[in-house]
Structures are given as C-alpha cells and as structure tokens.
C-alpha cells in the first residue's frame, strides 16, 4: 500500500513544528497535526538561550521573532546571595508560547507541510511490529515514519511502549507568572539562596516573566498558598523583591512538579523528539533549546533514510539525538559549535560587603553545552 506521506509528526510546537519545516523543505512529504489550535498557550517557562537562537537564525526565523516585540536578553545576572556573576554568552530571546508556537507552525506550513490543528490521534497503526500510520478524525493517514513530538503525555510514547531509564524523581516544585511594570532592561536575573530559587526576564507585550520554585519535599505544604510562600521567597533578596511589589502580576500562577525520564527514542517506523522523548527538571531552562536541535538532527537523519543514502533504521541508530538519549543530557554537540565571546564580572554582592571587588574575565571560544 502507498503511504499517503512520507513522515507524519504528531504534535506541533517547539520540537514537532521544526522538525516537520525541515523534512518539508528537503522535499518529503510531511503531515503536521496537534489536538491544539494556534496561537494557543501551554505550561511553559520559554526561554531560548543562545544556542537556540542560532538554530531559528539558520532557518530564517529569528527576524520574525524579534518582529514581535519580544525584547532581547543580552546579559545574565547570578546573585547567590555573597557572591553576583554578570555575563555577556550572546543574546537569548523569551518570546511568549502564543506567539512562538504559531510562528513554528506557519513556517513548517510554508516549506509545504500539510498542518491539521484539533487534530488528536486516536491510535498508531502497526504492521509486523512495524508503526505504518495514524488513526485520528476523519479515517487513516499512513507514512514511513511516525515522529512523536506530543509531550511528557506522549499518545506515541505510550503506544509504542519505549524503554524508560535514567528516572529521577521530581526535584522542584515550581511556578511562574506574568508581572507588567517590572522592567529587565534586557538582563536574565537568577536569585540562588538556601532551598530556594527564582529567575526573571523580559518577554512579550512588556511584560516579565518571574519563575521560582523549592523542593518537591515542600510541594504539599506550600501548594495551599503559592502565592504567599512565592513572594515570601522573593524576600530573600529584598532589592528585587522590592521591585516585584512596585510591579502588578497580570496572570495566574502556573506550574507544578514533573518527572525526570529518559526513553528509548526510536524503533521500526517510528521515532520520539522533544519532551516526548526524554523531559529534565525545568530548572534548567533548557528545553525549547534542546527540542530546536533535537529536531535538527532527528530531520537530518530521517533524511538520510528516506533519500536512500542510509538505511532508516541505521540513520536514525546514528543520530546524535539518539545516541545523546543513549547516554547522558547536555553532552556537548560537536557538529554545532556556536562561536561565542564572554564577558564575566564576578564580584561580592555589594548588599552585603562594603567594598566591591569586580574581576573581569574575558572568555572566547565555542558554546557547545546545553
């Protein structure tokens, strides 16, 4: 039987929507579909750090991010309390979900996608242990290769039932929410104290963007009150504290905990790519940054397979988001070194010493963490 593609991708943002843009662009036939409509919101802090960056710069997309207004983020700032770093490692951007998932969406359906948004899959179709297609509304769809980038919650993962490894418990408990009235002025703010933490910055529509959280040991004792014990932890560093209570939240509070897992990111037909495939404490800010090349090299080795320069299965045994799964997270990537210059202050925090020391170190060379 003919597959009517040649890859469908089930589930439409960060890590499914690029990943079906650039098999598109390489001239495979590609169906993109997400039970979500867009623009539309999810649980998400949306940050995307500089690595990240360069990847919506190499598609074409990073002039139409900053068209939307989101401001840039051109410096970090660390106070741990005795200690403050600031640092220059290249311009981030955390442009809000609404916005970002449905510029995502757009540019796969531009280089040809065929995008079906209420779309939610009922079934995967399996021949001889092989995963042949979906089944959703409307019938059947079939292709050669069935990627699930649809979450922690994944309909792929649990259908085709990968190995789950490497668990951790859930670490933090944490929240966020939208202040207007608390300007950046283009820097990330990270506050570390004693089971505590919390980061701020710059998003759509002047607003802020201020997450925090505690150990997950808190979560039952606090969840009562998030709000209270949220801006009692923010008295921690009273400065900024002060600022939040000079801003106005324009949200709820969002968030809670969330497992730590890696599984199994391919077999015959079939294929995981984002949180889908393996989901690491938040706390990280790492996530859009990992599913932005995750999809990169998923696309590059699914090319590989359907164009007949490999093997299928071979490709994807040796794509680096396999063999990154395989191991461990945040290895450095070798085939995408993002030349950086870092200019780092480190000083004491002058809210607590009298004189202020400041060192300057100046670092160059290439960012290839996460």
């Known amino acids: 039987m003919t ?43 949306h940050l995307i750090h ?27 700032f660390f106070d741990f ?11 981030a951007y955390g442009p809000r979900r609404t916005v970002l998932d449905a510029l995502l969406v757009d540019a796969a359906a531009a280089a040809g996608a065929e995008v079906r948004p209420g779309f939610a899959v009922h ?8 995963v042949t297609g979906i089944r959703g509304p409307g019938g059947v769809e079939r292709a050669g290769v069935v990627v699930g980038a649809d979450g922690r919650h994944s309909t792929v993962a649990r259908a085709v039932g990968p190995e789950q490894y490497h668990e951790k418990p859930p670490l933090l408990a944490g929240y966020y929410a939208y202040w207007s009235g608390l300007p950046m002025s283009g820097r990330y703010e990270t506050y570390v104290r004693e089971d505590r933490a919390f980061s701020a910055w710059p998003t759509n529509h002047g607003q802020t963007l201020l997450v925090g959280g505690w150990p997950y040991a808190e979560f039952e004792a606090n969840r009562a009150d998030v709000e209270g014990n949220f801006l009692a932890m ?42 889908a495939g393996y989901h690491k404490d938040p706390i ?8 932005f090349r995750c999809s990169e090299w998923l696309a590059e080795a699914i090319d590989a397979g359907l164009s007949g320069r490999q ?58 963490g996460g």
């Open 234 to 275: 923010l008295d921690q560093a009273p400065p900024f504290a002060a600022r939040v209570k000079a801003a106005r939240r324009e949200s709820r509070f969002a968030g809670a905990f969330v497992h730590n897992y890696f599984r199994t990111p391919y077999g015959p037909g079939w294929a995981l790519v984002g949180d």
């Open 311 to 368: 093997p299928l299965d071979e490709a994807l045994l040796d794509c680096p988001t396999v063999k990154r799964l395989a191991i461990v997270p945040h290895l450095p990537d070798p085939h995408r070194p993002v030349a950086v210059q870092v200019e780092l202050t480190v000083r004491p925090n002058p809210a607590l010493r009298g004189d202020l020391l400041q060192v300057t170190l100046a670092v160059e060379g290439a960012y290839v």
């Open 123 to 130: 079934e995967l179709l399996v021949e001889d242990d092989r």
């Open 3 to 45: 597959d009517s593609y040649d890859v469908i991708v089930v589930g439409a943002r960060c890590a499914g929507a690029p990943t079906a843009m650039l098999l598109a662009r390489q001239g495979h036939r590609v169906l993109l579909v997400d039970r979500a409509t867009f623009p539309s919101d999810t649980v998400s802090t």
């Open 81 to 91: 309390g005795p200690v403050q770093i600031e640092g220059r490692p290249g311009t």
């Open 50 to 76: 500089q690595p990240g960056i360069a990847a919506l710069d190499r598609w074409g997309l990073l002039d139409q991010v900053v068209a939307t207004g989101c401001p840039p983020i051109d410096s970090y």
């Open 284 to 291: 990280t800010g790492q996530g859009i940054t990992d599913a």
